[in-house]
T-cell receptor
């Protein structure tokens, strides 16, 4: 079974802090994704990565950056956390062609005070 | 741009009954995949079922089946013999093959199975 893990289930940070969310997958997947999930808005893509050191902006990249130094690890960085970044953050990975299914981690619920 | 619409924010069903969750999408692409994901309360999102657009036959997975109407751009999920463990948020998702594996999700339907 594919396993996607995220570094924290719950995180509380203060406004202006730098926040790191880490995601690790164990199935040698090429593609990794970061989403934020908000009630009534579904999942919105922040960034994704096709390969090591490659990244692409999703629909809502403002205020976020990412890092993928190793194939199995994809980090989401909030350079200066703000209260409107309080949300559930989900990481996912996929093999790509021909199996496009995304496998999700358990999520990190981030609260910015 | 692709859009996915789930018009039912909340639904409920009696245990052992059948329920259908609706999903429509908008795209000009011809080669794409559709997915239903389930997110139980405080638990991980998991794949329920997927459908390749080029396949005319509707996908089925045990009690879960889809009604894929390509011309109407409709992709509904039918859950038969509903069980308490089916209580969850259900998300419909779309992926066009030539857009780099990017998924587009609907806003979700919260399903409650009533004992």
């Amino acid at each position: 079974d594919v396993k996607v893990t995220q570094s924290s289930r719950y995180l509380v940070k203060r406004t202006g802090e730098k926040v790191f969310l880490e995601c690790v997958q164990d199935m040698d997947h090429e593609n990794m994704f970061w989403y934020r999930q908000d009630p009534g808005l579904g999942l919105r893509l922040i960034y994704f990565s096709y390969d090591v050191k490659m990244k692409e902006k999703g629909d809502i990249p403002e205020g976020y950056s990412v890092s993928r130094e190793k194939k199995e690890r994809f980090s989401l960085i909030l350079e200066s956390a703000s209260t409107n970044q309080t949300s559930m953050y989900l990481c996912a990975s996929s093999l790509g062609t021909p199996v496009y299914t995304q496998y999700f981690g358990p999520g990190t619920r981030l609260t910015v005070l | 741009a692709q859009t996915v619409t789930q018009s039912q924010p909340e639904m409920s069903v009696q245990e052992a009954e059948t329920v259908t969750l609706s999903c429509t999408y908008d795209t000009s692409e011809n080669n794409y995949y559709l997915f239903w994901y389930k997110q139980p309360p405080s638990r991980q999102m998991i794949l329920v079922i997927r459908q390749e657009a080029y396949k005319q036959q509707n996908a089925t997975e045990n009690r879960f089946s889809v009604n894929f109407q390509k011309a109407a751009k409709s992709f509904s999920l039918k859950i038969s013999d509903s069980q308490l463990g089916d209580t969850a948020m259900y998300f419909c998702a779309f992926m066009a093959v030539n857009t780099g594996n990017q998924f587009y999700f609907g806003t979700g339907t919260s399903l409650t199975v009533i004992p």
